[in-house]
């Protein structure tokens, strides 16, 4: 089964809105990561937070990490319609060597 | 990308056909992964290598094999196609030695339609 849900499955906001999307997990963690993937291309990572983490940002992007919960958020501030694509969480087992994605939220930015 | 191509890109292909599908890299990264993305279920691993000449299984593994001969090239065969594998494959790699913590790049994916 996997590991990560995310939540929303679809997310559409307008242009200049934040967007909030969380990540559930069943098992202790190593890290965890989320990837951008656009319409007909591949995955591309965005950030990676460790389980000593408990927030990361990079540029707009804002990840928290509770692992008391086994949860993550990912936060785009000031969205952009070029931000507009699926957005995939996947984690990495304390004793893993492979990543393991979530089914990913389809996020729409309107102009 | 991290310089990770996929070949071919789209492929049409009939019940019961062997099919390979082809993955390049130019970064020398030891790790390379195969993993298959269907609606409804995300990405899935197929099979993994941690270096030339080993493999091993994903949890998706049945009706799959694959190779890797050289650092460069990690090759996913269907040896009988049917149709629950049509499906859009993607080839990743990690960079340097400590794959359990590095982030995967991802080449641009191939569609496979088994008719």
């Known amino acids: 089964s996997q590991q990560g849900e995310e939540d929303p499955q679809a997310l559409s906001i307008q242009e200049g809105e934040n967007a909030t999307m969380n990540c559930s997990y069943k098992t202790s963690i190593n890290n965890l990561q989320w990837y951008r993937q656009n319409s007909g291309r591949g995955l591309v990572h965005l950030i990676l937070?460790?389980?000593?983490?408990r927030e990361k940002h990079s540029g707009r992007l804002r990840v928290t990490l509770d692992t008391s919960k086994k949860s993550s958020s990912l936060l785009i501030t000031a969205s952009r319609a070029a931000d507009t694509a699926s957005y995939f969480c996947a984690t990495l087992g304390a004793s893993g060597s492979r990543l393991t994605f979530g089914e990913g939220t389809q996020l729409t930015v309107n102009p | 990308d991290a310089g990770i191509t996929q070949s071919p890109r789209h492929k049409v292909t009939e019940t019961g056909t062997p099919v390979t599908l082809r993955c390049h890299q130019t970064e020398n990264h030891r790790y390379m992964y195969w993993y298959r993305q269907d609606p409804g279920h995300g990405l899935r691993l197929i099979h993994y290598?941690?270096?030339?000449?080993?493999?091993d299984k994903g949890e998706v593994s049945d009706g799959y094999s694959v190779s890797r001969s050289k650092t460069e090239d990690f090759l996913l065969t269907l040896e009988s196609a049917t149709s629950s594998q049509t499906s859009v494959y993607f080839c990743?790699?990690?960079?340097?030695?400590?794959?359990?913590?590095?982030?995967?790049?991802f080449g641009p994916g191939t569609r496979l339609t088994v008719l």
């Open positions: 290598s941690y270096g030339v000449k080993d493999t």
């Open positions: 937070i460790r389980s000593n983490e």
């Open positions: 990743a790699a990690t960079p340097g030695l400590a794959s359990s913590t590095d982030t995967q790049y």
